[in-house]
């Protein structure tokens, strides 16, 4: 049996502990340039492309995607999840067909993207866009479907009109489901930009960049630019959890 007990994690001992795992494993392997190179390596590697230049090229193809992709997602998620929840009735009637596109694995759809808008942006951004929109969906409908009607009913004996209801109770009621979709669905979204990438080449991106780097056996390379989209998923997830924590100060944790 486990119990709460309050005391101060060691983030940092962690990643050194990660770090001297890592720097055994690599001499513990036959050529381990090719197959596990080490910290070093790998960090040098990674300063080197950022010297040359042409990775902030990918890295700005890539993010201009993602954010293009999660900014759809999210608005028109967070917009039907709301406008859904409220119902109830509606919500039980739709909640089958969102779960099933949620869990709908989004690498089989992408020939079908490609089809349709072609070898393009279009087809990157709206697969990924379309992904997302079902997570942020179905997290804001479960949030309002379990949201607590005593604000609605205090603002109504007030006779607050519908819009005032709907504007600063409802919309403030989902912020705490919308954060979560947001949080759930933008490595989602990365990844899913990344995998079209490397399937659907376009000039510039990250994807690209690491099948060209695989290619061409450059493995220190391909574990730094790895590092690079882990640190860029991190500050991301960190810059939401910020957000939340500034617009949704209410929430108990």
């Known amino acids: 049996m486990f119990h709460k007990t309050k005391g101060k994690g060691h983030p940092g001992l962690v990643v050194l502990a990660i770090i001297l795992i ?4 690599s001499y513990s392997v036959r050529q381990p340039s090719l197959v596990l190179p080490t910290p070093s390596e790998t960090v040098l590697a990674l300063a080197q492309l950022l010297s040359i230049g042409t990775i902030l090229l990918d890295l700005g193809a890539t993010l201009y995607r993602v954010i ?16 859904i929840g409220i119902n109830q009735s509606l919500s039980k009637s739709l909640e ?15 020939p079908l993207f490609l089809l349709i808008f072609g070898i393009n942006d279009v087809a990157r951004i709206g697969l990924a866009t379309f992904v997302g929109f079902w997570i942020v969906g179905l997290t804001v409908i479960y949030g309002m479907m379990h949201r607590s009607d005593h604000r609605i009913k205090l603002a109504r004996v007030m006779k607050a009109k519908d819009l005032d209801i709907f504007r600063d109770v409802v919309v403030y009621e989902s912020l705490p489901s919308i954060f979560a979709g947001a949080k759930l669905a933008f490595p989602v979204i990365l990844i899913i930009i990344i995998t079209a990438e490397m399937l659907a ?23 730094g630019v790895t590092i690079l989209i882990s640190i860029l998923g991190y500050l991301a997830s960190r810059l939401l959890t910020g957000l939340e924590n500034n617009f949704v100060h209410w929430k108990t944790s």
Do not use: H, M
Request: proline letters at 5%.
């Open 96 to 110: 089958l067909v969102f779960d099933f596109f949620r869990t709908l694995p989004a690498v089989v759809l992408l």
């Open 201 to 223: 080449s376009p000039n510039y991106g990250i994807g690209v960049r690491l099948i060209d780097l695989q290619s061409r056996y450059k493995t220190p390379e391909v574990y």
């Open 22 to 25: 890592w720097i055994i494993a």
């Open 68 to 83: 293009v992709a999660f900014g759809l997602a999210l608005l028109s998620g967070v917009v039907a999840g709301i406008l």
